[in-house]
């Protein structure tokens, strides 16, 4: 059972433009939703969290939109850049007494199956 | 800057060899992670520490894969016997607050 299904599976884009890439979880026990993004050859790494009190976070050119009615949320990257060019996760997890103590929540991340994204010059 | 060590980065085995990996969590965290990414499945959680203690292993082969911190600051993740199906990379990650640091992993190519 996939518990966070990510769309699209592969992305293109023109500098300058919005790259848009939407998650849907089923397990309404999540309360923690970061973004990962990887580089060939590396690990992902954390690009931005939101939790479900709040129904947008945006961090420099980095926005995620949450809609917990839905149970839907997005990442939204303005003004993308070539630099961009990467594969994007999505993830859920559970909080512990409303903490995150160890970043990857009190089960582990649960991801999706991540979006490569091209952004051409 | 403070990052997590895995070795090999690569290794290249024949089917039926032990295959043991490696990871140096960052130090001061509590918490290390293993997981495996494929193209077809993703990313998928194998197991988990925290203080040391396995606290969850569901996402692994029983029979065949195995799991230890033997101390703070190793972690190992052994498979024998390999198969093909394997083939993968392997990646440790290990965390604090709200932030999780993944390791550039360990590709695994089972012959």
């Known amino acids: 059972q996939q518990q966070v299904k990510q769309s699209p599976q592969s992305l293109i884009v023109q500098k300058g433009g919005i790259s848009i890439i939407n998650c849907a979880y089923e397990?309404?026990?999540?309360?923690?939703f970061p973004w990962y993004q990887q580089f060939p050859g590396k690990g992902p790494a954390l690009l931005i969290a939101?939790?479900?009190?709040?129904s947008e976070k945006k961090e420099g050119r980095f926005t995620i939109s949450f809609n917990k009615s839905a149970k839907q949320f997005s990442l939204h990257i303005m003004d993308s850049q070539p630099g961009d060019s990467a594969t994007y996760f999505c993830?859920?997890?559970?909080?512990?007494?409303?903490?995150?103590?160890?970043?990857?929540?009190?089960?582990?991340?649960?991801f999706g199956k991540g979006t490569h994204l091209i952004i051409q010059p | 800057d403070a990052r997590v060590t895995q070795t090999p980065r690569h290794k290249v085995t024949e089917m039926g060899q032990e295959v043991t990996m490696r990871c140096q969590p960052i130090?001061?965290?509590?918490?290390v992670f293993w997981y495996r990414q494929t193209m077809m499945q993703g990313l998928e959680l194998l197991a988990y520490?925290?203080?040391?203690?396995?606290?969850?292993d569901s996402g692994m082969p029983k029979d065949r894969f195995s799991a230890e911190m033997p101390d703070a600051t190793l972690a190992t993740l052994k498979i024998q016997p390999s198969e093909p199906r394997d083939s993968a990379v392997y990646f440790c990650a290990s965390g604090t607050g709200e932030k999780l640091f993944f390791g550039s992993g360990t590709q695994l190519s089972v012959l």
């Open positions: 520490f925290r203080n040391r203690a396995p606290l969850d």
């Open positions: 397990n309404t026990a999540f309360d923690y």
């Open positions: 130090l001061g965290h509590n918490t």
């Open positions: 993830a859920a997890s559970r909080l512990q007494a409303g903490k995150m103590y160890s970043g990857g929540g009190a089960d582990g991340l649960t």
């Open positions: 939101i939790r479900p009190d709040v």
